[in-house]
């Protein structure tokens, strides 16, 4: 009977199964509670905006018409995805042309120098037969309003030949540092011998010594103008002054009209062919700096991605010759749906979220806002076979994201409190 009435043990693989039964689906349960308040947590907002990562593109555009030519000491021409930084030179014309006007207008300098000469000559002649022995006071201001006016001539002559002069000499300073770079590239393979070298250094040296004091000596020639300009000013008030004197004691000619028209007789042809070389000079000056492209100053560090010509190829003014991208501006252009009513301002703050995995999102602002609604692209369509319009937004690109120009984020817009 006590035997009968024994209790049998239940097994430890019953219980291991009950457990399982009973306290696991328990246990999942808690924990999807658990990941669920964790992920709602992390996103308390639906993302209402889809934005694309943009960075600052600049097209490099020809300025002149010409051919592109090889930079100097470089093995290869830039090409896609080469970096590149600001005042980086990128793109050189072919400069025979404008050589051989800066030779052209130099000569044709000399020439007007030669007329000037001689019309100053003839002037001091005429007004010296129409003297005679005479002492007369008209004579004499015309003699010195020549003189001025010749000196301020010589002056503006001065100025627009030395400015030559310089072009020149920076056209020969370039030679020589292309054949400098050169050279040692040369001697550095051991293909050239270290007296070249020397040689070669000291005469760029020598022509960059010149360049510097023909530029002291440029800007000694454009004081010297101001000064023969002040001359001439302060010598036609005084001739006003003695006309108003004149008008006082009853004289009905002017002297300053007098002279005007005596010395513009000899002068204004003279004048005329000067004010026009100094023009070209400086068309010249402008063409010669316009053969040379840099990197703009907008970019600090950039990178090529697009290549539309190559050295060798000719290109017309206005035409594109690259195109790089600033990787240090970027920023993020997303849409403000027409149905939503979100109203927005600069500063407001945003969500961005990237949308690969790891997800990771932080905190942003908007940069400036669109002045009108506009079609959003196909890419940040919400479904790309319906069209949807939107008001545009910059936002800043958060700095602890690490995002990639053409990437696309998930934006959440919050109404600024």
Known sequence: MAAASKRIRTPLKEHLRQMRYQLIPVLVFLFGIYAIVLLWGKHTELPNGIGAVKALRVDIVSPVDGVLVALPNMDKPLDMFDPVSEGQLICK??????????????????????????????????????????????????????????????????????????????????????????????????????????????????????????????????????????????????IREEDILRAAQGATDSLAVTIHEEIDVFLKPIEASIARQRALVNEALLERKSLEIRVPKIISTGTIVEVYKMPGQAVRAGEPIMRIANLDRMYIVSYVRQPNRISLEVKTPVGVQVRTIPIRASKSTIVSIGPQIESIPTRQLRDPKVPEWGLPVKIEVPRDLPLTPGELVNITFQEKP
């Open 93 to 238: 014309f072919d400069d025979t042309a404008v050589n051989a006007t800066i030779i052209t207008l130099q000569a044709e300098l000399k020439q007007i120098t030669a007329q000037l000469a001689a019309t100053n000559a003839e002037m001091k002649m005429q007004f010296a037969e129409r003297r005679g022995d005479k002492s007369d006071r008209r004579q004499s201001l015309l003699d010195d309003a020549r003189r001025l006016a010749i000196d301020l001539e010589k002056r503006k002559l001065d100025v627009a030949d030395r400015t030559i002069d310089i072009e020149t000499g920076r056209i020969a300073l370039k030679r020589y540092a292309e054949k400098l770079a050169i050279v040692k590239e040369l001697v550095a393979q051991k293909l050239d011998t270290p007296y070249v070298l020397s040689d070669t250094q000291l005469r760029h040296d020598v022509q960059a010594k010149e360049l510097a004091e023909q530029q002291k000596t440029l800007i000694a020639a454009k004081a010297l103008e101001v000064e023969a300009q002040a001359r001439v000013d302060k010598f036609a008030k005084m």
